[in-house]
């Protein structure tokens, strides 16, 4: 056989084969509509099936139940909408209709009265904020909102709102109700229960600590542990720093000497940070670690610490 009659028998082979797989794909993609379509003509269930699994072997597996889906009137919140109406309602005066709070505050909600102060007589809040919002029905809200004044009352109200089926739109439909504030909260007893010397390696320890943290005036790093990540403050605006008490979860932290390597302890370090014109009490929350005769900071708790420290 001539090699120009090989050579013409190999390219048709190789076409030949080529055509097959082609035919092959063409099938496959048929016979996939071909499920798919049917699933969707027998219902969810059987879509779900044919998605999930391949053409030519299907086992059909019972779904889990549907997630329950909030509409966006049912997830809306109406605090802010509240909150703007309040402090535009307490800023305005029947009297004086015409002012840019009375307008706003008849805008969000046009068939409530305006206050009628008597002149003098009711100072400005100097703050507004919504604390509560509690769903009373579809698209029906309660807010509690609280104004604070300068002469140190808070005064609490709560206001219905109405929102629209899409979640998007908002309207006071009633005049605001004064009502008293939330009660305290029980707190758990604190879990700091170990006194921690005032002269002890880890008083001084947190003392160099913020020093440097606080104040820049020295490198944060030298008093981390390895693998901890901490930015300074920056700019550093206060001067000087005083620790005024460490309380401890572990007995360990009171330790006269620095314990084992690897020794952690939690601890809560109330500070003075004095700066140009002012003395901040602070308090902070951190872990430390023993390390070669030290104790050295492996995670401050106030959403600083970066990847690599301890949480």
Do not use: C
Request: aromatic share 6%; hydrophobic share 50%.
């Amino acid at each position: 056989m001539s090699p120009g009659k090989q050579g013409s028998e190999s390219e048709a082979a190789v076409a030949m084969a080529a055509g097959i797989r082609l035919e092959k794909m063409r099938r496959h993609a048929r016979l996939s509509r071909l499920v798919l379509f049917t699933a969707i003509a027998a219902g969810p269930t059987a879509l779900g099936v044919a998605v999930m699994s391949g053409p030519a072997t299907v086992a059909a597996a019972p779904l889990d139940k549907p997630t329950a889906v909030r509409s966006a009137a049912a997830a809306a919140d109406p605090g802010g909408y509240a909150q703007v109406f309040v402090d535009a309602w307490l800023r305005s005066s029947a009297d004086d209709a015409n002012s840019a709070q009375a307008r706003l505050a008849q805008s969000l909600a046009a068939d409530v009265d305006l206050p009628d102060p008597v002149a003098g007589a009711q100072p400005k809040p100097t703050a507004v904020s919504a604390v509560r919002s509690v769903q009373q029905g579809p698209g029906a809200w309660a807010v509690t909102v609280a104004a604070a004044y300068a002469d140190g009352r808070l005064r609490y109200f709560v206001v219905p709102v109405r929102a629209d089926a899409s979640g998007a739109s908002f309207t006071v439909t009633g005049a605001p109700g004064a009502v008293a504030g939330p009660a305290r909260a029980a707190v758990a007893p604190s879990r700091y229960r170990v006194s921690v010397p005032a002269g002890g390696d880890l008083s001084s320890a947190l003392g160099e600590f913020f020093g440097a943290y606080l104040t820049g005036a020295a490198e944060v790093d030298r008093y981390l542990a390895p693998g901890m990540k901490l930015s300074p403050l920056s700019p550093a605006s206060f001067t000087a720093v005083t620790v005024q008490q460490v309380a401890a979860v572990e007995q360990a932290a009171a330790a006269e000497q620095v314990p084992a390597d690897g020794t952690t302890v939690r601890v809560r370090v109330r500070v003075d940070a004095r700066d140009d014109a002012v003395r901040w009490p602070l308090a902070y929350e951190l872990a430390l670690k023993a390390r070669s005769g030290r104790w050295e900071v492996a995670a401050l708790e106030s959403g600083t610490a970066q990847a690599g420290g301890a949480r």
